[in-house]
């Protein structure tokens, strides 16, 4: 069975701090990747994809970068937080170029001071 | 561009109600629509699924979902609600060539009283 799991579960971290998010999925051989933001009680926002390692693409600008290092694994990054970044960030796979059915992590909760 | 919309941003039925949630879409190619739900504080589960084909479809726990291409809407349905259904529930639809994007609407909370 395939297992999605994102650290930390949560956050809280001041304004202008790095930040490092992680995800890993275990189960599944070169799966699509996604991360993805919502505000408290908001919308998800797709942030970035990934279809094969070392490749990234970025859907909208958030002063965030996303990293691929290995082929289950996606790092959400960034060197310095805006209060704007507080929220919940959720970490994804898919199988194929459909992209319907998405795997969903926990999530983690990021809240910025 | 492709939107979507969740006019309703809170429903609220009691226990073995039936309730429809309601989605529209606005996309001038082929697309791809799915039902997500959000239990409070966790990340989204899948629920179900049209590309094409009958425009009814059955997810998991007993919800369907019926597309209908006239008035480009995906609503999603139950008979009978149960208190555990209680959760956000979000419309999304995905181009079926070129972006890679899913594109979620704003959702809609379902609260089932007892």
């Known amino acids: 069975a395939q297992t999605i799991h994102q650290w930390p579960v949560a956050e809280i971290k001041a304004v202008g701090s790095p930040l490092s998010l992680g995800c890993t999925i275990k189960g599944k051989s070169s799966p699509n990747l996604y991360w993805y933001w919502q505000a408290t009680g908001g919308t998800l926002q797709q942030l970035f994809y990934?279809?094969?390692?070392?490749?990234v693409e970025s859907v909208v600008q958030l002063n965030l970068s996303a990293s691929r290092p290995k082929d289950d694994q996606f790092i959400l990054s960034t060197e310095k937080l805006l209060l704007s970044h507080s929220g919940f960030y959720l970490c994804?796979?898919?199988?194929?170029?459909?992209?319907?059915?998405?795997?969903f992590g926990k999530g983690t909760r990021l809240t910025v001071v | 561009t492709q939107t979507v919309s969740q006019s309703d941003a809170h429903v609220t039925v009691f226990e073995g109600d039936s309730v429809e949630l309601r989605c529209n879409y606005s996309?001038?190619?082929?697309?791809?629509l799915s039902w997500y739900i959000q239990h409070h504080g966790r990340g989204l589960q899948f629920l179900l699924k049209?590309?094409?084909?009958?425009?009814v479809v059955q997810g998991v726990n007993g919800f369907e979902a019926e597309f209908s291409k006239s008035d480009s809407s995906f609503h999603l349905r139950k008979a009978s609600v149960h208190w555990s259904d209680s959760a956000v529930y979000f419309c999304a639809v995905s181009a079926t060539s070129g972006s890679w994007q899913l594109i979620f609407g704003s959702g809609t909370q379902l609260t089932v009283m007892p």
């Open positions: 994804a796979w898919s199988l194929d170029r459909s992209n319907t059915e998405v795997f």
């Open positions: 049209y590309y094409s084909g009958n425009p």
């Open positions: 990934s279809i094969t390692v070392g490749q």
């Open positions: 996309y001038g190619g082929s697309i791809y």
